[in-house]
């Protein structure tokens, strides 16, 4: 059974990936704080048992939070708000993830209405994954075409950036268009690594280039399965 938000297939989204590059180069209390938060994310992604980071995840979604109070008009903050929502809700009960994906959906949209380049675009490549790989109606809101257009969006704002593409070849290998998804892993293993964010950009980079020697594993294959028992758990509530 897939997992709501496949963090294989949202890591770097929800590392932000362009999150200095659309920052002000002078620190700042809120650049500093996003770049904390960017930091624990990645070592609980990365570093923490499986089952260790549901708590983990909680913990800082109540940072994001708070935040976000004291930044009531900072998109980065609201966008980090929701990719640890997102992340929080993989170890949830599918009733709670449920819940938690149309919360994300409509934070994720107040970002990109507030600022569409916020992290460069990144909030686009989050909804766009978050569109292709959550179940569809009656269920969620899942749908291929919104999407598109989503990655088409992000592409439109960071062309060569390195989530945008990488996510987008991933989103077209599960279109069954492997041929038209190599250039775009090709662009993605070559995106500069940033010295700000050599932890995250050399992970995924590593993917990239992985991926166009093994298009065809597994690792880029996802089903759209999880959460078809929320309404049977919902039903009997």
């Known amino acids: 059974m897939k997992t709501l938000f496949p963090l294989k297939a949202l890591q770097y989204a929800v590392l932000a990936s362009v999150l200095l590059a659309a920052s002000p180069t002078r620190a700042d209390p809120i650049t500093d704080a996003l770049n904390a938060i960017e930091t624990d994310w990645a070592k609980i992604y990365y570093q923490l048992p499986k089952q260790q980071q549901g708590p983990a995840y909680a913990q800082l979604l109540e940072k994001a939070v708070k935040l976000c109070g004291q930044y009531p008009k900072a998109t980065g903050a609201l966008f980090w708000q929701a990719v640890i929502k997102a992340s929080y809700a993989d170890h949830q009960d599918p009733v709670s993830a449920l819940s938690a994906v149309h919360e994300v959906r409509e934070m994720l949209k107040q970002v990109i209405a507030s600022d569409p380049k916020t992290m460069g675009g990144s ?8 569109y292709h790989l959550t179940p569809g109606w009656p269920i969620a809101f899942g749908d291929d075409e919104e999407a598109e257009k ?4 992000a592409l439109k704002i960071s062309p060569n950036g390195i989530d945008s593409n990488f996510y987008y070849a991933q ?10 998804a190599l250039p775009y892993f090709e662009r993605a293993s070559t995106a500069p690594v940033r010295p700000e964010q050599v932890f995250a950009d050399t992970r995924l980079e590593e993917e990239a280039k992985q991926a166009l020697t093994t298009v065809d ?14 309404n049977t758990s919902a039903s009997n509530k």
Do not use: I
């Open 150 to 153: 989503m990655f088409q969006a």
């Open 217 to 230: 594993g597994s690792p880029l294959n996802r089903k759209k399965d999880h959460l078809s028992n929320a």
């Open 123 to 130: 909030a686009y490549v989050v909804l766009g994954t978050l």
């Open 171 to 180: 989103y077209l290998v599960d279109q069954g268009k492997k041929d038209q």
